[in-house]
Every structure is written in C-alpha cells, then in structure tokens.
C-alpha cells in the first residue's frame, strides 16, 4: 500500500512540474501579432495643401515657393497608458518630390505594431547619434552621401532640408534652411496620459491603422529673427541662408519647425 502511495505521489508530482515547464516555456514565446500601421505625412500651408514649385504668401506678405522639402524621421514610437515607448520604425526620409507624395498629397511609412490602445505617438525629426556620425560611404538608405542630406565638410546629416525661393520686386531671390547637428535632433510627441486626450490610436488586426500628420509650412514664417518680428526672407539677407555657421538662424528655423507639426 505505500509502494502504491509513494509511486501515486510521484506521478502527481511529475504531471505538475511537466505542466508547470510548459507553462515557463509558452510565457517566453513572442505571442503578439504584429499589425499593420500607415504613418502619414502630408504638407499645408496654411489652410491650402502643400505642392513644390507653388507660390504661397507668409504671414510677412512675402511670395514663397518651395523647391525642396524633406525631413529624416527617427525613432518612430507608440506610448501605451504607462508612458513606455514601443518603438515601431527605423529611420526613414520623408520627401515632398516623391511621386508617391505628389499622387496623393500623402507620404506614407509603411510600419508593425502590436494591437492594442495606445496614449498616442511619438518620432524624431533627425538621426540618432549613433548613426549621424559614421561614415556615410558605408551607409545604406536611407542614410548615405547619395541621400544629398549630408554635410561632407561637416560630417554628420541635414534633418530637415527646407529650400525655395521669394519674390523680392520681381526679382527671384533663393532662401534655404538647412536644420541639423545633434543639438537640433526634434522630437515631435503626439501623446498624453490624460483621459481626456485626442492623441489615442487604436491599432487593430486586420484594419486598416493610420496615423495622420500634417506639416504645416505657414508656421516656419510667422517669427523672425527679431522674435517681434516675422521671418521674411523677401526683406531681410540675414534670414535667407543657412547651411552651418552662424547659430542664431539655424537656431530660429529649428524653433520654427518644432511647430509646423499636428495630427489631422
């Protein structure tokens, strides 16, 4: 009868720790899902979509068109109800010439992230430091000397390339921006912990999830180098170029973009 009860107990206790190694083995296993989330950048000015080559007037009166725009996008992330980041994307560049921009007036990052409510979301406009100071030869795109976001006197990338041209009597007058150097990495968050907040996403599997941002140009315009003042690269010379030197422009610009950004 004991034997019967010794051999009873160990069965018992093989079965629970069997059962107890696979439940171990099944908490370490990747059981998410990933899903399907369309990060979208669209150009405004103003209350009018953005196109190149297109006259627009600043709060300053001044004629502006834009020849180039494009912008690194970083150290993409979904913030869930604790505040913690998941991060969803690489690095990426976002450029208002692309034919896939200039069809639908969208430009849009193809992304996975795990179902779920999320407090809203977060990217950087720039490139992490680890990767803006290597060399660019050996470096893939989106990154690389090819991308033509790249200072070779100065090593390191452009973040946000804004080039166009202003009217001034007639006359066209080119103005550029060049935005970068560590100091200037952006980062734009889309996301509150309140209950009241407008910034949540809902990622769903099997739908269609897409975030909508707008870039609205207008806004890079409305303070100058005087903060009393608009920026008008029409009347003043000291506001028209920027590449890397002087501070106190690249300063205002990068100010300035910290601005130009919401959800749709």
Same mark, same amino acid.
């Given at each position: 009868?004991?034997?019967?009860?010794?051999?009873?107990?160990?069965? /018992?206790? @093989?079965?629970?720790?069997?059962?107890?190694?696979?439940?171990?083995?099944?908490?370490?296993?990747?059981?998410? /899902?990933? #899903?399907?989330?369309?990060?979208?950048?669209?150009?405004?000015?103003?209350?009018?979509? &953005?196109?190149?080559?297109?006259?627009? #007037?600043?709060?300053?009166?001044?004629?502006?068109?834009?020849?180039?725009?494009?912008?690194? /996008?970083?150290?993409?992330? &979904?913030?869930?109800?604790? @505040?913690?980041?998941? %991060?969803?994307?690489?690095?990426?560049?976002?450029?208002?010439?692309?034919?896939?921009?200039?069809?639908?007036?969208?430009?849009?990052?193809?992304?996975?992230?795990?179902?779920?409510?999320?407090? @809203?979301?977060?990217?950087?406009?720039?490139?992490?430091?680890?990767?803006?100071?290597?060399?660019?030869?050996?470096?893939?795109? %989106?990154?690389?000397?090819?991308?033509?976001?790249?200072?070779?006197?100065?090593?390191?990338?452009?973040?946000?390339?804004?080039?166009? +041209?202003?009217?001034?009597?007639? +006359?066209?007058?080119?103005?550029?921006?060049?935005?970068?150097?560590?100091?200037?990495?952006?980062?734009?968050?889309?996301?509150? &912990?309140?209950?009241?907040? +407008?910034?949540?996403?809902?990622?769903?599997?099997?739908?269609?999830?897409?975030?909508?941002?707008?870039?609205?140009?207008? +806004?890079?315009?409305?303070?100058? &180098?005087?903060?009393?003042?608009?920026?008008?690269?029409?009347?003043?010379?000291?506001? $028209?170029?920027?590449?890397?030197?002087?501070?106190?422009?690249?300063? $205002?610009?990068?100010?300035?973009?910290?601005?130009?950004?919401? $959800?749709?």
């Amino acid at each position: 009868m004991k034997s019967l009860y010794y051999l009873l107990t160990l069965s /018992v206790f @093989g079965l629970f720790f069997a059962c107890d190694d696979n439940s171990t083995e099944s908490d370490h296993q990747d059981t998410h /899902v990933h #899903t399907h989330v369309v990060l979208n950048f669209s150009g405004a000015f103003g209350a009018s979509a &953005l196109s190149l080559n297109t006259n627009y #007037t600043t709060s300053a009166s001044d004629t502006v068109q834009f020849t180039t725009l494009k912008f690194f /996008v970083s150290e993409i992330a &979904l913030i869930d109800s604790f @505040g913690a980041a998941h %991060p969803i994307g690489s690095i990426h560049l976002v450029d208002f010439s692309a034919a896939d921009y200039t069809a639908d007036g969208k430009f849009s990052l193809e992304l996975e992230a795990d179902p779920g409510f999320y407090r @809203g979301l977060k990217f950087n406009v720039g490139v992490p430091f680890s990767e803006n100071h290597k060399n660019a030869a050996t470096q893939a795109a %989106p990154l690389g000397a090819s991308s033509g976001m790249y200072w070779p006197w100065n090593p390191g990338y452009i973040f946000h390339k804004i080039e166009g +041209k202003t009217d001034s009597a007639g +006359k066209a007058i080119n103005f550029g921006w060049h935005v970068g150097e560590d100091s200037r990495n952006l980062t734009v968050m889309f996301a509150s &912990l309140s209950g009241t907040t +407008k910034t949540s996403f809902t990622v769903e599997s099997g739908k269609d999830n897409a975030f909508n941002v707008t870039a609205d140009y207008s +806004k890079l315009f409305d303070t100058g &180098l005087n903060p009393s003042t608009k920026l008008s690269p029409k009347n003043n010379v000291s506001e $028209r170029i920027h590449h890397v030197g002087p501070k106190n422009l690249a300063d $205002r610009i990068y100010a300035n973009t910290s601005l130009i950004f919401s $959800r749709q």
